[in-house]
């Protein structure tokens, strides 16, 4: 009974009429026609992590799309809230899993924002070194699925193989493959281990030597690429930033925010790098942006080889961490966008509030925006072009 | 469309912000500090606050709203960013035990998740939101907000007693 | 479409070169990497040296370890210290942070290279150390204190106080 | 023995005997190409695909089969069950019958059909019946478009494929394939494929579509309608499917061969094996196949309205055309007929 009433309250909710329909409603009525609601999700293959879109087709074509999110909520906020400063930091891994790195990075700036320590400029460097790695570990990844959304297998496993050995060397750097704990507040673990730095230039290396045939060559010129994505999941910028866009998806209409550059943190203001922007503002130019942001880290990478100092990798923050009463702010460019982490302290050694922006929760809004108007098989690249992470949107 | 991206040096910028700002609105109390404007108004200000910030100052990018429940009030942060290295940072604290505050989805957009998700997980009403749903938590039979402070949650295994 | 044809034939002289390349993966069970050395595997703990401080239960975000103190001497000096007569870590829950490595003092407790846990049965999977079994399912002490809500003051509406430093650090 | 062997020649016997072995052959062409496909795809994709059950995974059909036939054959509650079970029969037995026309060699033939391109081509056709009767019975939303997907897919490709068919059959002056694969000799270069290279591509696109291969399985379509009209089957009635599919595709490769690439013919003289051509025809049924897999490890999946646009305003126009190229080109030298 009860479940019967849920349904019904339910669906109540869901379906109010459509701003948007492509068939008047007279002609609608006038020949009977219906429209079919479909549930894409959670669990389906394709999809990007336990997302559940409510759709309304009209024939292949949306004419209404509806995130429900949730389905991975463990409210990480509140149990920040009952965990001590660095107790957090491994339970921020779980957010964002693509992008662990920068979810750390940014929580401890928070907290050294609250703390004023003074982080060792080594300790900044290994910071860039590995949230750069992370983000070819992540973007990567996001270019094999979204060739997996248009139905080839194959790329995915190419990507995956350049994860798999990011990964062995963020193993052998802080000695777990995905849930790092690495960045602390204060600085880094511990230093670099001997040899890898060598190891990771092999690395750079050997991907920049099999990029182009691996993810450009297969891909870049497909006509049945260009025709999937080309126009598809267009969008101006004016929507894009309305939206709250950032990342790779902002970039590609041509907005060149990168806080990076615009907020810098860390020791990227010592660096030298671009940022990558695409005027067309649809699925391929986010490929295209996403490929060239990766060569991108790969130049960032090399310079922080070559520019590494030498010292210690630990500010000093005691061995109790209890900052003191306010509020800091945490501001990093994660693979996806702006990922921002405002802990508010309140004197004790846990934190009173924290709250993480994932990027991931806000880029999802596009879709309600621009999906409604496609056909079905158009979701699926447009899921590529905001690229979202089931632990992100859902803390 | 293309959009405008502020212009001029950015000290210059924070200063246009905090007149631009403080000039047209009773504001309780207005700072710089580095690179952040801060601002702290009126419950019932904030909408016009933000209205100004968008479409007089031009700031185009609310980046995240945080509430703090701080037992018995709420406190709201609009994090604003105008996107080359300025943040305009709007506070302000709800009393009460039904808090309600205007929307902002009419100035910002994409506050309509955030609005959602403030709302879900701490009650806080959106009066004018257009689809005030939760986004997380079940949309019915479930009347708690556990992100505030009297929403206990226990350290207890979880798994007592499923062998 | 002038070239028509053409990425895609290009794309598939990229698959062709891969069909002879050479294969990557590795035969799991029977082939073993070896493991880095700052690898984090299973927890372990050397009860010979444990002071019973209880540091890693305080530390512990998913409040894995259990301990279960008593006084004894041990030693023989004559006086009466901690004992952990009951230690327990449960792997079902334990996330391989680290935390408690990091903050044992006599460093008696750390990460093995041992990844395959398996049970049939969740509690299978609480590792007993002690002399005495510890009840997993039993709340341990919280790891936090009793703290929250510093006493008698309200926190402030507005943050944003100067900060005065001292009490950190 | 020899009264055995006379029996052959009553022509019942010997129809229902070879259909037999015939019935046999596509039935374990589909275990063996599933097995093949699973290699190919792993060593493009750096892996080494199965290897686990015999000697270098090569026991893995047998496997699979086994499990499959003693899955439970799941059906939705309010599916409609006889269109439901009919569907994967509907599908399979199309591919099969159309082996019943297909020259392995000279004489090896089922049934040497003086119409055999008409029943190709009817036989063929009913395959769409069976994706409708899958995707209707099943009475899920995903089925439902996979199977109007389908239908639609299917039935505009039947045009350009049997478009292409009459370069063919205008040049070789006959609609059976004995004497198609007959009439193009045994000199690579007098097959009809160079001649008729449009006609090739297109029957070779049309084909790949006709048996839903990537990059045209859109009613399978598995990243946006997760299985299309076969996503509530499981057990024996999915295997079917499955054989179904590798079965066509087969057929596909081996009338392709038959028609464009000389059948059993050798591709030089000197090559001729007599009695062995049917090695001949083998390898170029094989080799057709692995570029079907080839292609279809490499490119990404078109959308509906692509398909349309490639099947109606490039692929139609163009065997359109070349028809009339081949017409004037007979015309003006008749010894290119046959």
Redesign the interface.
């Known amino acids: 009974m009860l479940g019967e009433e849920r349904r019904a309250q339910h669906e109540g909710a869901l379906t109010e009429p459509p701003s948007s329909r492509l068939v008047s409603p007279d002609i609608r009525d006038e020949f009977g026609l219906e429209t079919i609601d479909m549930n894409m999700g959670p669990q389906h293959p394709a999809m990007h992590g336990l997302l559940r879109l409510i759709l309304e087709l009209d024939g292949e074509t949306v004419v209404r799309c509806d995130p429900v999110m949730g389905y991975l909520h463990r409210c990480q906020e509140k149990i920040a809230e009952n965990r001590m400063y660095p107790a957090v930091i491994p339970l921020t891994d779980r957010l964002d899993y693509f992008a662990n790195m920068h979810n750390e990075h940014g929580y401890c700036l928070a907290v050294e924002d609250l703390l004023d320590v003074e982080i060792p400029p080594r300790a900044e460097y290994i910071r860039v070194l590995m949230c750069e790695l992370m983000r070819l570990a992540s973007h990567i990844p996001s270019i094999g699925f979204l060739m997996l959304e248009l139905g080839a297998f194959t790329p995915i496993l190419y990507a995956f193989r350049e994860r798999e050995r990011i990964q062995a060397i963020f193993e052998e750097v802080t000695g777990a493959r995905m849930m790092f704990h690495y960045i602390r507040i204060g600085g880094v673990k511990a230093d670099l281990p001997p040899g890898i730095t060598q190891k990771i230039w092999d690395y750079i290396e050997s991907l920049e030597a099999h990029f182009q045939r691996d993810f450009v060559d297969l891909i870049q010129g497909n006509e049945i690429f260009i025709s999937r994505t080309r126009n598809v999941g267009k969008m101006t910028q004016e929507q894009a930033v309305e939206m709250g866009v950032t990342g790779p998806a902002l970039r590609c209409t041509g907005v060149d925010f990168d806080i990076r550059l615009d907020y810098p943190y860390s020791a990227y203001p010592e660096l030298q790098f671009e940022v990558v922007t695409d005027t067309a503002g649809d699925v391929e130019a986010s490929y295209r942006v996403r490929i060239a942001e990766c060569l991108q880290s790969i130049q960032i990478i090399k310079q922080c080889l070559e520019q590494m100092p030498e010292g210690e990798v630990m500010g000093d923050t005691g061995r109790r961490i209890r900052p003191p009463e306010g509020e800091g702010f945490g501001r990093v460019e994660s693979p996806r966008g702006e990922y921002s982490v405002h802990v508010v302290s309140d004197g004790s050694d846990t934190p009173y509030r924290v709250h993480y922006r994932d990027p991931s929760f806000c880029n999802m809004q596009l879709l309600q925006e621009i999906v409604p108007g496609h056909y079905l098989p158009d979701i699926m690249p447009i899921m590529g072009l905001v690229d979202p992470v089931s632990g992100g949107w859902d803390k | 469309m293309t959009i405008t991206l502020p212009e001029g040096d950015l000290q210059s910028r924070l200063e246009r912000y905090f007149e631009g700002l403080g000039n047209r609105h009773g504001l309780e109390e207005s700072e710089i500090i580095n690179n952040v404007v801060l601002i702290v108004a009126k419950k019932d200000d904030v909408p016009a606050v933000l209205a100004t910030a968008r479409e007089t100052l031009g700031i185009l990018h609310l980046s995240f709203i945080t509430i703090v429940d701080r037992e018995g009030s709420f406190e709201l942060t609009y994090e604003l960013m105008d996107f080359r290295g300025a943040t305009v940072r709007v506070k302000t604290t709800i009393e009460g035990d039904e808090p309600v505050i205007g929307t902002v989805t009419g100035v910002y957009p994409t506050a309509n998740w955030h609005e959602r998700e403030a709302y879900d997980m701490f009650g806080v009403a959106f009066a004018g939101h257009p689809d005030l749903r939760r986004p997380y938590m079940w949309q019915d039979h479930f009347d708690h907000h556990p992100l505030l402070k009297s929403f206990e949650i226990s350290t207890k295994r979880t798994f007592e007693g499923l062998r | 479409?002038p070239q028509?044809?053409?990425?895609?034939l290009?794309?598939?002289?990229?698959?062709?070169?891969?069909?002879?390349?050479?294969?990557?993966?590795r035969q799991y069970p029977e082939y073993k990497r070896e493991?880095?050395?700052?690898?984090?595997g299973m927890l372990t703990v050397d009860m010979d040296r444990c002071i019973a401080c209880l540091q890693c239960m305080r530390?512990?975000?998913d409040?894995c370890i259990s301990i279960e103190q008593t006084k004894r001497d041990a030693d023989g000096s004559g006086k009466p210290k901690p004992f952990a007569v009951g230690f327990v870590i449960d792997d079902?829950?334990c996330?391989?942070?680290?935390?408690c490595v990091e903050v044992c003092p006599v460093n008696c407790i750390y990460?093995t290279e041992e990844f395959e846990a398996q049970a049939y049965?969740?509690?299978e999977l609480a590792r007993q150390f002690g002399e005495l079994p510890v009840d997993?399912?039993?709340?341990p002490k919280?790891?936090?204190g009793k703290?929250?809500?510093?006493t008698g003051k309200?926190?402030?509406?507005?943050?944003?106080?100067p900060?005065?430093?001292d009490?950190?650090? | 023995m020899q009264t055995v062997l006379n029996l052959l020649e009553v022509e019942p016997i010997r129809l229902l005997i070879s259909f037999g072995a015939v019935l046999f052959l596509v039935l374990n062409l589909a275990a063996v190409l599933t097995m093949a496909e699973r290699k190919v795809s792993g060593y493009i994709h750096l892996r080494y695909g199965p290897n686990r059950v015999g000697p270098r995974g090569l026991l893995q059909p047998a496997a699979d089969v086994f499990k499959l036939f003693t899955k439970e054959n799941v059906s939705p509650g309010r599916s409609d069950l006889w269109v439901f079970l009919g569907a994967p029969i509907a599908m399979f037995i199309p591919a099969a019958l159309v082996w019943l026309v297909v020259p392995f060699a000279p004489d090896a033939v089922v049934a040497d059909l003086n119409v055999a391109i008409l029943f190709f081509v009817a036989i063929t056709s009913i395959g769409a019946l069976g994706v409708v009767m899958a995707g209707y019975g099943s009475r899920s939303a995903f089925s439902l478009l996979g199977a109007l997907r389908g239908a639609a897919q299917m039935i505009s490709y039947e045009v350009p494929l049997i478009l292409s068919l009459l370069g063919v059959v205008m040049l070789s002056g006959s609609l059976s394939l004995v004497d198609i694969v007959r009439a193009q000799g045994d000199t690579i270069w007098s097959w009809y494929f160079l001649f008729q290279l449009p006609m090739f591509l297109t029957f070779y696109i049309s084909g790949i579509a006709e048996v839903k291969r990537v990059p045209f399985d859109l009613p399978e379509g598995e990243s946006e309608i997760v299985g299309g009209f076969m996503i509530e089957y499981s057990g024996m009635t999915w295997a079917l499917i499955q054989a179904a599919e590798f079965a066509s595709m087969a057929v596909m490769s081996a009338i392709t061969v038959t028609l464009f690439l000389g059948g059993w013919q050798p591709p030089l003289p000197f090559l001729d094996l007599g009695a062995f051509n049917w090695v001949w025809f083998g390898i170029k049924t094989a080799l057709i196949m692995f570029t079907f897999q080839w292609i279809r490890w490499s490119v990404p999946r078109l959308r509906m309205d692509q398909l349309m646009d490639l099947g109606w305003k490039v692929l139609v126009p163009l065997t359109l055309i070349w028809l009339f190229v081949t017409a004037g080109l007979m015309l003006v030298f008749p010894s290119l007929g046959a």
């Open positions: 479409m028509v044809g053409q990425g895609i290009k794309g598939m002289g990229v698959t062709l070169q891969h069909l002879f390349g050479q294969k990557i993966t493991l880095p050395e700052r690898s984090r530390i512990c975000p409040h079902s829950r996330m391989y942070c680290s935390l990460h049965n969740r509690l997993p399912t039993v709340d919280p790891a936090v703290k929250k809500k510093p309200k926190a402030p509406k507005t943050v944003e106080k900060r005065t430093g009490e950190a650090a």
